[in-house]
């Protein structure tokens, strides 16, 4: 596994505003802390998001790109970028490969973080349709197209877009996961940055100590000692 300081420039790509912060912003907080540089790419706007609300989906979509920038740079973040596909219709299919494959040879990262193409049976919510069909499109997007010349051959030859090998790619929200990574020192800036998103959070006092709650255990399952608090992942080489 990569080092941090290995790390220029990691690419962060999730289905809908507020996935990064209820799944992965304490590690985000450590690899900017690090010095990483960080991009957001989200594939919806979350128009569709919300169970009690009174706006339409249009302004819905504003308000929650919005709150996902206001969260970004709680954790140092300030490269958030939104794809606009339809929230809850995501599929695996050439055209996202494509747009994620166009991010990815513009960031150029060393790492990625994406959902999991995988369903965790343990934890449903997690596992939404668009999480799943976004890591899916993801995943195809490391290997094989970014990594391609023959791949979206748009892009190059006419977007000067080059081939791009990401080392290292870390998968969220899935089964078996391989890492857990501490972020006990950085839990304050995660829970703010997932307070940014007020569309989607009814009971922030509720919420925050439901989710300290499931990173102790994380914590403990990882072996940390006790009193730690931990986000988990699956790291997979894939230079």
Request: charged share 25%; glycine share 8%; net charge negative.
């Amino acid at each position: 596994m990569l080092h941090d300081n290995d790390v220029e420039r990691a690419l962060v790509i999730m289905a809908h505003p507020d996935d990064v912060d209820f799944g992965c912003a304490g590690t985000i907080a450590l690899w900017t802390d690090a010095g990483v540089q960080v991009t957001y790419l989200i594939v919806t706007d979350g128009d569709a998001g919300g169970d009690e609300r009174s706006l339409d989906g249009v302004h819905m979509a504003e308000l929650r790109r919005n709150e996902q920038r206001k969260a970004a740079e709680i954790l140092n973040v300030y490269d958030v970028r939104f794809l606009g596909y339809p929230d809850g219709r995501i599929t695996p299919s050439f055209e996202l490969r494509r747009d994620i494959t166009r991010v990815i040879r513009q960031v150029r990262p060393q790492r990625m973080l994406i959902p999991s193409p995988d369903r965790d049976w343990s934890a449903i919510a997690p596992s939404h349709p668009d999480h799943l069909a976004v890591g899916e499109a993801a995943i195809n997007a490391v290997y094989p197209d970014a990594r391609n010349p023959h791949a979206h051959p748009e892009l190059l030859a006419d977007e000067g877009l080059g081939t791009w090998k990401v080392a290292e790619v870390w998968l969220a929200h899935g089964p078996s996961p391989d890492h857990y990574s501490d972020i006990t020192d950085v839990v304050d800036r995660r829970m703010a940055a997932l307070a940014s998103h007020t569309s989607q959070i009814r009971d922030f006092t509720e919420l925050d100590t439901a989710m300290r709650g499931w990173l102790a255990e994380n914590a403990a399952e990882g072996g940390l000692p006790k009193g730690r608090l931990a986000e988990v992942f699956r790291v997979v080489d894939t230079a």
